[in-house]
């Protein structure tokens, strides 16, 4: 299903890159599994060809670098996607969480009570990702929890996740990049 309005800035194709940076273009698709085209997101951030390669890096170390388990990486990309209404994220990490192992029930919790009361790791990381995205306090407590948990290297990991998916959400919603026709909508859980 894609989106009814026009994509406010385009994305970029290949040939219409700098040549000497194509390299970089082709790591990112590579880096992200893809073969024969650009995901819409990062083809739309190839505007900036700094920002795309930059941008990509820090994420290409956040979902695929990080000691988090799959499962609890998309349930924190997918709680940020939710807080912030990026459709595009949510839509295509779904897909993500699933095989990763997530189950549909599970996924159906994100953003409730029940997901954020399950204990430790689950709760009190999906809440500080709830937190974090809207920019609300994070208490003492939860600090301490997620701190006891991760350590330093996995809250400053977890940290810049939400921070980055919230980056790259908020410029896909701003630039009004959609779901291609191929995607299966997923409503938000609210």
């Known amino acids: 299903m894609s989106s009814t309005k026009p994509q406010r800035l385009a994305k970029l194709e290949r040939h219409q890159f700098p040549a000497d940076r194509r390299s970089m273009w082709d790591h990112v698709m590579r880096s992200r599994g893809y073969t024969d085209h650009m995901p819409t997101v990062f083809a739309t951030i190839a505007n900036s060809p700094n920002a795309l390669e930059y941008v990509c890096a820090v994420g290409e170390y956040i979902r695929y670098k990080t000691d988090f388990d799959a499962v609890m990486r998309e349930l924190v990309i997918l709680t940020v996607a939710q807080e912030i209404s990026c459709k595009y994220e949510w839509v295509h990490h779904w897909r993500v969480a699933l095989k990763a192992g997530a189950t549909e029930a599970q996924l159906r919790k994100i953003g409730s009570p029940a997901l954020e009361a399950e204990a ?3 709760g009190p990381t999906v809440k500080y990702a709830r937190l974090v995205a809207n920019n609300l306090p994070v208490d003492d407590a939860l600090f301490a929890t997620i701190m006891k948990h991760y350590g ?3 809250f400053t ?10 980056s790259l ?3 896909i919603n701003v630039t ?3 779901l291609d026709s191929t995607d299966v909508d997923v409503p938000f859980n609210r």
């Open 120 to 122: 430790a790791p689950v």
């Open 152 to 154: 330093p290297t996995g």
């Open 157 to 166: 990991d977890l940290t810049m996740m939400i921070g980055y998916y919230g």
């Open 169 to 171: 959400g908020r410029f």
């Open 176 to 178: 009004g990049v959609g």
